[in-house]
């Protein structure tokens, strides 16, 4: 039989997935954005996260910005922040510099104008940088310091900068016959790299041709002293060409040593420089016509880049020969998805895992088409496309993930038994075991998935996200009436993970299985004791705190646990609101009034609460304070309750003595609409003020005023006034010599009893 909390906590288990970078990666796959959010957020608290770990987060975490404004400010508010750190090393500035650098590039691609902000801070951290004579560190303050001036379109102060560095740390003197260092081998082609990029934004000739002038001279130097075996030979022999064919179309000539040999097409170079300056319209431009696998790959990807995504998959189509660039093929695919062009994002994605089925990229290619797929409900088309992958790759870990993502479309597909059986060949590991105690729980094998939580829950090896996320699905597994697991799970949550926000909804949970289960009073105050130690300034807090405070049965253990909450430095109306009524001692109720009491204002919330004040102060005999708490009430436009704060203005005037002020309040009081009991209460009230100032006919006169004409058909809160109005009447008709009104009363009395 199902679980009655089953598929709930199982829907809130998955909601609050831990932070892991591959669950986040799975979410953001299958287009459970606001679960990745919350992953993302929880990894990006993890003080040492690789830097591996973290451009992987800040890529997923940029994808799902989008135009979020207040995502993207809190973001600038966080590198604000991070540049006004004063605590932080070097090393820990050049870290966050080319993070928020990379962040900062990634903003700039997608549009978003706050791109600059984050370019503003790792600047301000890159000032701060100190080198210490260390060439090493130079090196990366440079490159970064051009990386970030490049992104705003910025070549000359990189070329200063540069210069400067080759002065101070390879100056000529000192390297005359000897062999060039690899430092100054990488200054000297990222200074060319400069004059390059000043050359293609150039408008002047003049000045375009000394850039490009500049720039060969530089890679002239570095040509020197390369060995054509070296990496960097080949592609600095390509930009050596892409300068003399610039030239050579301004009208002048650039000689170029024999050994200098173009490895590439200067025409695919000149595409890739335009690419990585984001002139994508000046590449469909120049390509439109090309026939050149590399030229129409490159031509595809600027379409895609300026949101023609369809007509750049139908580039693709074209080519039916393998794609040599297939990274190429990935960022068609990242634009289409950033335009929401999903489907053809899944064409280009398929291509890509066709072309390269175990690339460095493509498992989270795989996990990006997987997660299309979900969303458009074409599990089985996953099925077959990731089953296949799996089959054909030779590689362990990639034939591995490619089964593990199967398994999850068919876990999708709701073919939980087909999905188990693809899992277990698989090898041990968190992800595949809590993947088979979800599809068991799906298939209300709850103590199988049980076993297979508990099995991951015993690991030594699991980091404290993956048990957060397996004692999440655990309780789910256990939330029932019979199982006593659940509240063993909940405790062990709530003492490991007490800080992360979702804890208060298990404990909530777990006050539910106290109802449940009626349990004793000492669950419910350490329950109280917990939400005061660990969440005493959460809002939300408060309701499950007092409705633990109501399974309390020690009354000197409630008011411990209510003085606990004076510590909060606020409370709300509302909230004041909620605790008045577990406040036992007039006492703790003015301290609270005291430490809480709002500023008046004519709403309910608060009115209700001047009331309440009023009334404690008048049963403390606080009788000027009470009175002067209601006269606030009635002085108002719309009177809050109006019967009840002049019956309370009335009784205050009565406490004080001041008799004429109290009658007139009464007067006052029965010329409002009243209910039976009501006017009784308030005659009675009336008629009793007469007789202590010793007016006994006015007593007697104002008394039967208040006797209904049926006193009998009154209901069980009129008769008692009624009666202590007829026994006035007698008392005082005595006094009066009034035969007559003591025998009627006498004879209504009679048929009362």
């Known amino acids: 039989m199902k679980l009655s909390l089953s598929c709930f906590f199982l829907i809130l288990v998955s909601g609050l997935a831990a932070a892991d970078l591959q669950t986040a990666e799975q979410l953001l796959a299958s287009g459970e954005f606001e679960q990745c959010k919350r992953v993302l957020d929880e990894l990006l608290k ?202 050579r179309l301004l009208g002048y000539r650039l000689e170029l040593p024999a050994g200098i040999r173009p490895g590439s097409a200067v025409k695919t170079a000149m595409a890739d420089d335009m690419l990585r300056a984001g002139r994508y319209q000046d590449v469909v431009l120049a390509l439109e016509n090309a026939a050149a696998p590399e030229l129409k790959i490159r031509y595809a990807a600027a379409l895609a880049a300026i949101g023609r995504t369809d007509k750049a998959t139908a580039v693709l189509a074209e080519e039916k020969n393998r794609i040599r660039e297939p990274h190429f093929l990935l960022k068609i695919a990242g634009n289409a998805l ?129 048990r957060c996320r397996a004692l999440k699905l655990a309780i789910s597994c256990a939330a029932g009436p019979a199982p006593p697991d659940a509240e063993e799970y909940i405790n062990i949550f709530l003492r490991e993970y007490a800080e992360m926000s979702e804890s208060l909804d298990y404990a909530g949970l777990l006050l539910t299985l106290y109802e449940r289960r009626k349990a004793p009073s000492g669950k419910y105050r350490r329950l109280a004791s917990w939400c005061i130690a660990h969440r005493l300034h959460v809002p939300e807090a408060l309701p499950v705190f007092l409705k633990c405070i109501g399974g309390v049965a020690d009354e000197k253990q409630k008011e411990q646990l209510l003085r606990a909450l004076l510590k909060r430095p606020s409370l709300s109306p509302r909230e004041l609101s909620l605790v008045m009524p577990y406040l036992r001692s007039p006492k703790l109720k003015q301290e609270f009034f005291s430490r809480y009491k709002p500023e008046f204002d004519n709403t309910p919330e608060i009115c209700a609460l001047y009331h309440q004040l009023a009334r404690l102060e008048f049963e403390q005999k606080g009788y000027e304070a009470a009175l002067a708490y209601c006269t606030l009430l009635l002085k108002q436009e719309e009177v809050f309750h109006y019967n009840d704060c002049k019956f309370l203005q009335a009784a205050s005037l009565d406490g004080l003595k001041r008799d004429a002020e109290a009658r007139q309040a009464y007067q006052e009081l029965l010329l409002a609409e009243l209910t039976g009991p009501e006017k009784a209460r308030a005659v009675l009230a009336l008629a009793r003020s007469w007789e202590r100032s010793g007016e006994a006919k006015k007593a007697v006169a104002v008394a039967w005023s208040g006797i209904p004409v049926n006193p009998g058909n009154c209901g069980k809160e009129e008769i008692i006034p009624v009666k202590q109005l007829l026994h006035l009447i007698v008392d005082n008709s005595e006094k009066i010599s009034s035969q007559a009104d003591r025998e009627d009363a006498r004879e209504i009395l009679g048929t009362l009893r």
């Open 46 to 247: 993890t003080e040492k996260l690789p830097e591996e770990q973290m451009a992987g987060v800040l890529a997923m975490k940029e994808y799902l910005l989008g135009a979020d404004p207040a995502g993207i400010a809190r973001t600038v508010k966080q590198a604000r922040q991070t540049a006004a750190h004063s605590g932080w090393l070097t090393a820990d500035r050049l870290k966050h510099a080319a993070i928020l650098i990379r962040r900062a590039e990634e903003w700039k691609m997608r549009g978003i104008p706050e791109y600059q902000e984050l370019s503003d801070a790792a600047a301000d951290l890159l000032k701060q940088a100190r080198d210490n004579g260390n060439t090493e560190t130079v090196l990366k303050i440079v490159f970064l310091q051009t990386r970030n001036h490049n992104l705003n379109g910025e070549y000359q102060e990189p070329q200063k900068i540069i210069q400067e560095t080759l002065r101070l740390y390879y100056p000529a003197k000192r390297l005359q016959g000897k062999k060039l260092p690899d430092g100054a081998i990488q200054l000297l082609l990222l200074a060319a790299e400069q004059f390059i990029g000043s050359g293609i934004q150039a408008r002047e000739e003049r000045v375009k041709v000394n850039a490009f002038s500049e720039a060969a001279n530089y890679l002239l130097r570095v040509a020197k002293v390369l060995p054509p075996n070296d990496p960097r030979f080949q592609e600095l022999c390509s930009r050596l060409h892409y300068c003399r064919e610039t030239l």
């Open 338 to 466: 950033a335009g929401g062009q999903k489907e053809h994002a899944l064409h280009v994605l398929k291509r890509y895992l066709a072309e390269v089925p175990e690339g460095p990229d493509s498992i989270r290619a795989a996990r990006t088409c997987a997660g299309i797929l979900f969303e458009q409900k074409k599990y089985d088309e996953g099925i077959g496309i990731f089953t296949r992958l799996a089959e054909s790759a030779r590689d362990n870990r990639a034939k591995e993930q490619f089964r593990f993502i199967a398994a999850r479309c068919m876990y999708q597909a709701k073919e939980y038994r087909k999905c188990i059986a693809a899992l277990e060949p698989l090898p041990a590991g968190f992800d595949r075991s809590l993947l088979i105690a979800q599809a068991k729980i799906n298939l209300d094998d709850l103590n199988g998935a049980r076993r297979e939580l508990d099995g991951v829950l015993k690991r030594q090896t699991v980091s404290g996200d993956e």
